[in-house]
């Protein structure tokens, strides 16, 4: 008799248990972007070496700073095993960090806002109009007090009604009028 299916797969790689977590030493890591279209990788001193590394946010709302995982690359493209956390991207070296940032962006591929064209609100939704680093994007939000998202070092996320997230940088560097759209 085999047994049920749920015991032969794998499990999901986001699935974590508190104790398997393991936790990176930001000292032992070197992380390097070989340029556009290469993967990633990871050598971990006195360990192992990963040859296209994947990195997600754990918390991405709330501290998109903090509890960065780092996954493996299968060869088909895909995302593998969980090699460990990071536990605050400030504790990485200025490069490391940079790298890392870079392999979110291709998580994620959140377009940058540099300035809201125009902002209409209802009842119910609000309509956005904004310049990003991908052209302009036009896109609905529902329940702002839940969906713009501002970070203590200025950041501001938006998270329109299909769950696309789109990120201003510093808020300090948007024009008046994008600012007061904020406000």
Known sequence: MQPPASETESPNPSDIKPEELVWLDPAALQFRDPGIGKPITLTISGERSHRNIFALRAFPRHHPESFVQIFDGKDSGGRGE???????????????????????????????????????????????????????????????????????????????????RYEIIDIEDLDDTSRSFLE
């Open 82 to 164: 969980m090699i460990g956390m990071i536990r605050d991207l400030h504790s990485l070296t200025p490069v490391n960090r940079a790298v890392v940032e870079e392999a979110l962006r291709r998580s994620y591929l959140v377009p940058r806002v540099f300035g809201i064209l125009d902002l209409e609100e209802t009842r119910y939704m609000s309509r956005w109009v904004v310049e990003t680093d991908r052209g302009v994007k036009t896109f609905e939000m529902r329940q702002p007090h839940r969906n713009v998202i501002v970070t203590g070092s200025g950041r501001v996320i938006l998270i329109d009604v299909e769950e696309n």
